[in-house]
């Protein structure tokens, strides 16, 4: 099992940028497959990127290539994700999440994850 507990969200200018932090608790962290969700108000929960337990291996869903980069660092068990270019289509709260899996069974499921953190509301002014 793991916690996750994201930060770095709140309010900024279309345009704009913004970090968000993931940190994880757990003895496994650094085999874990992460990845970042959001759900915007009114929508569906929607992937936006993943990251293999390594980091070699990305994934992005097609709305946010280019200006979104996911990371880790495993050593302070920490996953981030840099936004740039910022929309107010990204208005959203955004949740961290995590599976035991391998990234080929991940991807292979669509990028289905089993540990969720509570969320981080960014909110992009136009």
């Known amino acids: 099992q793991v916690q996750l507990v994201e930060s770095g969200g709140g309010l900024v200018q279309a345009g704009g940028s913004l970090r968000l932090s993931c940190a994880a608790s757990?003895?496994?962290?650094?085999?874990?497959?992460m990845g970042w969700f959001r759900r915007a108000p009114g929508k569906e929960r929607e992937f936006v990127a993943a990251?293999?337990?390594?980091?070699?291996?990305?994934a992005y869903a097609n709305s946010m290539k280019g200006r979104f980069t996911i990371s880790r660092d495993n050593t302070k068990n920490t996953l981030y994700l840099q936004m740039n270019s910022l929309k107010p289509e990204d208005t959203a709260v955004y949740y961290c999440?995590?599976?035991?899996?391998?990234?080929?069974?991940?991807?292979?499921?669509?990028?289905?994850?089993?540990?969720w953190g509570k969320g981080s509301l960014v909110t992009v002014s136009s």
């Open positions: 999440a995590a599976d035991q899996d391998s990234w080929a069974a991940v991807a292979r499921r669509g990028y289905g994850m089993n540990y």
């Open positions: 757990g003895r496994t962290f650094s085999s874990y497959t």
């Open positions: 990251i293999s337990w390594s980091g070699g291996n990305t």
